[in-house]
């Protein structure tokens, strides 16, 4: 189980009721952080709360963002050379999504300054390819990873021991 903190914005165009409990999450990689680039077409944002990695999907349709997510962060581990047996893992633990509303104002900051970069990069005509994109948006550093990037944190992620 895992949660996606969702901007208001984003709310209202998935058209969910955010979760009354918030249960903790089972996932190595935690909670991600959401929101919407007003683009044509219309993109999500996402960033994973222990690492800054971004991901960006389309928008529509909205509701099912929850269930896309977790395929799209395999590709996304799978680029970053990730051992396949903890993308399985992560998948498998991503199984059931708890939507609630966002708390978290430094990554609601990382979400404004990765939007402000995505808008950058495509307005100079850089990749239009979501998953590139974000691919290229992991390799800036974050301050709160104390400037190192999310591709390197996620790199050095140490993983638990096999089962």
Known sequence: MYRLCCTKKLL???NLK??????????VLGDWYATVLFWRPQVALLVNER???PILLPLAPAATLPSRLPMELARQLAACGLAERFVDEELAS????CVTKTGNRTLIGMLNEFSF????YRDRGESV????????LATTPCGPLKHQSPARVLAALRLPAAS
Not at 94 to 97: F, L, V
Not at 129 to 136: E, F, K, N, P
Request: aromatic share 0%; glycine share 4%; net charge negative.
């Open 12 to 14: 209202g165009r998935m």
């Open 129 to 136: 390819d979501l998953s590139l994109l974000a691919r290229r």
């Open 18 to 27: 955010p979760c009354e409990a918030t249960p903790p999450t089972t996932t």
């Open 94 to 97: 991503m199984q059931e999504c």
């Open 117 to 120: 970069l995505a808008d950058a």
């Open 51 to 53: 690492t800054l990695l």
